[in-house]
């Protein structure tokens, strides 16, 4: 199952899901602050700190990153006290860090400390709305699905109340219950969850990969119930917004051809099948895919399997993703606001 990326932010007014850098000076210094003579001086030192953090987490460098952030944490703690608004910010971002380190149990005991405080200063802010969603995570990690459903519903409200039903992070959030609720075992709720999504991301970023994304996840769940038709009928959606966006001979497009082709092989179609293979083959040669790429490979060998039995019955169907996202048959969590995401 993929997880989602963690993400460092901060409370002023910017996207959800952009990366930000705590204390860049908007002039709200908050409730409990008490100016000091050297106040500015440790204001500026608490935003190199913090860039720096930042830096250093992109760049994968996490015992830095952790470093920079807990050095600015001290001076937040010393110049505003242990509960205010920034120190939540940047307990939520070592978090984030640990999470992505791989410190799991660490990263939770601060996202859960970060959204104390949050709720404590009776703060409703981007904050809170990212580390419910890497709350979230961690719990889909150790399988506790149950509780990362009442974190990202959670989560969904705070959205909700920030930025209105139409937003990126909205369709996000919609994605990751979506995954969650499979994860669960309720095919009906995660299909539902991935339809709002769909309306939601199209509404706010048009025919785009995440929503082939979105599409190729339904159409996978619709396969899985048997519901062949359906999932064909997805496949077919997400394959032209593909070639809308990258052309006929991008690689992606053939993936998403493959699985066109798995799902008229279900339905005892062989001539839809072996076109949609055959269409699919041409694609990765021209790409430069030689006959040893896994991909080839098992194109040529469901081709084979079409001229030799003349039946579609015993191949296995196995999509794969034509968004670049990972694989169909394992739905994961994703986290941003449309724009494409690293993930672990």
């Known amino acids: 199952m993929q997880t989602m990326t963690p993400r460092n932010v901060d409370h002023a007014d910017h996207a959800v899901g952009e990366i930000m850098m705590i204390g860049a000076g908007n002039g709200d210094h908050g409730a409990g602050y008490l100016p000091r003579k050297d106040a500015s001086k440790d ?9 720096s953090g930042v830096l250093y987490h992109q760049r994968g460098e996490y015992d830095q990153a952790i470093r920079y952030f807990r050095k600015a944490l001290k001076l937040q703690r010393s110049q505003r006290g242990g509960d205010h608004p920034t120190v939540a910010h940047t307990l939520s971002n070592i978090g984030s860090v640990l999470f992505h380190k791989g410190d799991s149990d660490e990263a939770m005991s601060y996202l ?7 709720k404590g200063c009776c703060q409703v802010n981007l904050v ?6 890497n709350i979230a995570n961690i719990h889909s990690v ?3 699905y149950d509780d990362a459903y009442v974190a990202l519903v959670e989560c969904l409200e705070v959205q909700e109340e920030l930025v209105g039903d139409s937003h990126p992070c909205i369709a996000d959030t ?3 219950l979506g995954v969650v609720q499979t994860k669960r075992g309720d095919t009906d709720s995660s299909i539902k969850h991935f339809q709002d999504a769909l309306v939601v991301a199209r509404t706010v970023m048009g025919d785009s990969t995440n929503v082939v994304h979105i599409l190729e996840q339904i159409s996978t769940l619709q396969i899985q119930r048997g519901n062949y038709g359906e999932g064909l009928q997805y496949m077919r959606e997400a394959l032209q917004i593909l070639i809308d966006l990258l052309g006929n001979e991008h690689v992606n497009v053939a993936s998403c051809w493959y699985n066109v082709g798995l799902i008229h092989l279900q339905l005892n179609q062989a001539f839809e099948t072996n076109h949609s293979f055959v269409t699919a083959l041409g694609i990765y040669k021209k790409n430069g895919y030689d006959d040893y790429h896994p991909s080839v490979q098992a194109l040529r060998q469901s081709i084979d ?9 015993p191949l296995e169907i196995g999509l794969r993703d034509g968004s670049g996202r990972g694989s169909c048959g394992s739905i994961g969590l994703k986290i941003g606001t449309g724009r494409e995401k690293s993930s672990i």
């Open 112 to 118: 859960k400390e970060s959204l104390r405080i949050s």
């Open 174 to 176: 919609l994605f990751n």
């Open 43 to 51: 204001r500026r030192a608490i935003n190199e700190l913090t860039n």
């Open 142 to 144: 150790y399988g506790a």
């Open 305 to 313: 399997h079409l001229d030799q039995s003349g039946k579609n019955n």
């Open 128 to 133: 809170v709305s990212d580390t419910l969603t």
